[in-house]
């Protein structure tokens, strides 16, 4: 199986600076797990990430995504 096959096209982005309230709601509305952070640092924030502010007790509307994706991708 190729990735192509599952992958949502275009590939949906987010800025390391929204906040991650923002990730979790284009998440939601659009049925994704995940979306790519472009950018010299790139990385993904992923629905486990936003999981993890929320459990933490962490409010999501201060907390960026570049606070909490995984980064360097390849």
Do not use: C, H, W, Y
């Not at 995940?34 to 929320?54: F, K, M, N, R």
């Amino acid at each position: 199986m190729r990735v192509k096959s599952v992958m949502t096209s275009p590939v949906e982005t987010i800025s390391a600076a929204a906040m991650v309230r923002e990730a979790a709601t284009i998440m939601q509305e659009n049925g994704f797990n995940a979306l790519l952070v472009p950018g010299a640092q790139a990385g993904i924030v992923t629905s486990t990430d936003v999981l993890g502010v929320v459990a933490n007790g962490d409010n999501p509307d201060i907390i960026s995504v570049g606070d909490v994706m995984t980064a360097p991708v390849e």
